[in-house]
């Protein structure tokens, strides 16, 4: 009630350079905050003076001010401070050195700076690179944003990943704005289940990415910023090399771990300036629980939007004769039963036809772009996701969940392990 809501009004002066944290941790819970005079961002978006801006369960939130502020916070939040002791200085110094490599790129007509964030799980990876986007946007950059992070990434669902252009800061509701995002199938959780198909797949967006730079004039000196996922070890770290390589990066931003820093100085050309930063200690830990709740989350919001942006997505039956399934990657074949000629990593990216049945219930299919299975289904970017609401084997149809109405853009979809309970 209102009356609930007024007890929970408290209001912060902050000095410059100190940020007010907060989380809303209950289910249903709301809070409210309003910048009630000076300058204050979050995560690089300014905030604008007296409007009220939301926050839903599962927020984790930090009000940065640069020259001081005074703000209000209504609504229940937990674990609610003000920090002084922030890395933010480094960060704004990451974007400084960052935009000295544009004004050059600017001027001798090359790419801008290509940046890779890494470090392991949990130390602001995805938070840094928002910042250091919106700071480029507020410059008038247009920025590539990459995400490489297949488990919580930002563009589009989980199990893909994908770039985007950024034109404007990220909406303190929504994000950064989803207008045209080239988004690749890769269809599980972490890298580690198929990394043979992760690099095929993470290549390939490199490459298209760079065609990208090429094409539009301010995006190329605009440069590139790259979130990478925390497996950081063994063969995350063997990724994150070819992620360097195939991205041709120029920057790696090494977050909170120092090993991690020094087998990249060490195994990496020294062109490729590497630069260790700390992780704010505001950064908070997600428990497994957590992580696959906000996948879920992501998969509801690209079907049904948000409660300030509702979505209305549509049912519709599709003939089983009129689709083509398929997955990616077979159960390998012991070295005696291959066919001449083919390595035993082959299966991982073999292309499996699947008949439809039971199994594929709840699952989320990519909606390919490929024109024939065969070559294209690898290497192509996806048109969007359906997810199965429903297979009726004696009529031979399938019904599915789609953010458009009929038809799909193409019949050549791809089975993700991912599964949505449709609860509506
Ligand atoms: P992952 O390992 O999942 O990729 P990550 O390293 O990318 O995680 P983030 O997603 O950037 O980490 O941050 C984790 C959480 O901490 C997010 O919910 C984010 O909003 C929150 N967070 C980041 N910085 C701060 C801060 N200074 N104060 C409060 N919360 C913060």
Known sequence: TSE???????????????ELRFEVESKGEKAYV??????????????????????????KVAVFTWKGCCLELKGKTDVTYVAKETPMVIYCNCHAALELMRIEAERENKKGPITLVVGPCDV???TLCQILLNYAVRMGRRPLFVDLDVGQGQISIPGTIGALLIERPASLDEGFSQ??????????KTPSTNSTLFSM??????CVVKERLESNKKTKASGVIINTCGWIKGGGYKQLINHAKSFEVDVILVLDQERLYNELVRDLPSFVKIVFIPKSGGVVERSKNSRSEARDQRIREYFYGTPKNPLYPHTFELKLSDVKIFKIGAPPLPDSCLPLGMKAEDHLTKIVPITPNAAILHHILAVSYAKKEEDDLLLSHVAGFVCVTNIDMERQTLSVLSPQPKPLPNNILLLSEFQFMDSH
């Open 4 to 18: 609930d809501k007024k007890e929970h009004i408290q209001e912060f002066k902050l000095d410059p350079d100190s």
């Open 34 to 59: 309003t910048l009630k005079s000076g300058l204050a961002e979050i995560f690089g978006t300014e905030l604008v003076k007296g409007k009220q801006y939301e926050f839903l369960a599962g927020a």
């Open 124 to 126: 602001g990876k995805s």
């Open 179 to 188: 207008e045209a995002p080239l988004v690749y199938q890769y269809g599980h």
């Open 201 to 206: 797949v993470a290549n390939q967006l490199a």
